[in-house]
């Protein structure tokens, strides 16, 4: 079924600046932003908390319930770390959000990250594991990379979605 509004799926290693970004695209494109990990804590979609890794255990399908008809809808910016859980009909762009290793570390460390999870994370990062995993799970064309290691980038990122969106309406004759 066409939707009205494209869909936008903004991921990337924890830090990389998806909720940042999001809110800047929601608020320069009106589209509007669902935030999955705010989500998941306040309607309890999840199956416990992992204190070892410092996470929780994500109830997949209830999620999923959750989003559907916010999704259906069209016009939401979708934030979220992971991208390989949702169908990929859901999306018309993925952004991968990319971060190079010392502003990553420092953004991490500033939200007081253990030491387990910032390692973890850079690895992710370093192994490119969330940009291969979308490759893997959307049409190859519609993943950009978006470097986002400053406020420039930050910017020059959310204007490229702009003219993506404008390009998109024209195209659909919205
Ligand atoms: P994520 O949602 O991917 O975990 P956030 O958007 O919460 O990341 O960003 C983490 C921190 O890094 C925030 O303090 C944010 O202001 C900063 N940040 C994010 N992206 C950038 C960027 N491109 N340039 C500079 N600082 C950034
Ligand atoms: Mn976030």
Not at 90 to 95: G, P, R, S
Not at 144 to 163: A, P, Y
């Amino acid at each position: 079924m066409e939707r009205n509004l494209p869909n936008i799926l903004v991921t990337g290693t924890p830090g990389t600046g998806k909720t940042t970004t999001s809110e800047m695209i929601a608020n320069v494109t009106g589209l509007e932003q669902i935030n999955v990990g705010d989500l998941v804590k306040s309607k309890q979609l999840h199956e416990g908390y992992l204190a070892e890794f410092d996470t929780h255990i994500l109830d997949e399908d209830k999620l999923l319930d959750e989003m559907e008809d916010m999704v259906k809808e069209g016009g939401k910016v979708v934030d979220f770390h992971t991208c390989e859980i949702f169908p990929e009909r859901w999306f018309d762009l993925v952004l991968v959000l990319r971060a190079d290793t010392q502003p990553l570390y420092d953004r991490m460390e500033k939200r007081g990250y253990n030491q387990r999870k910032l390692q973890e994370n850079i690895e992710c990062e370093i192994m490119q594991v969330v940009l291969e995993t979308a490759r893997e799970s959307y049409a190859p064309e519609i993943v950009i990379e978006l470097q986002s290691n400053t406020i420039d980038d930050m910017e020059s990122n959310v204007d490229r979605v702009k003219q993506w969106l404008d390009a998109w309406k024209t195209q659909h004759g919205k």
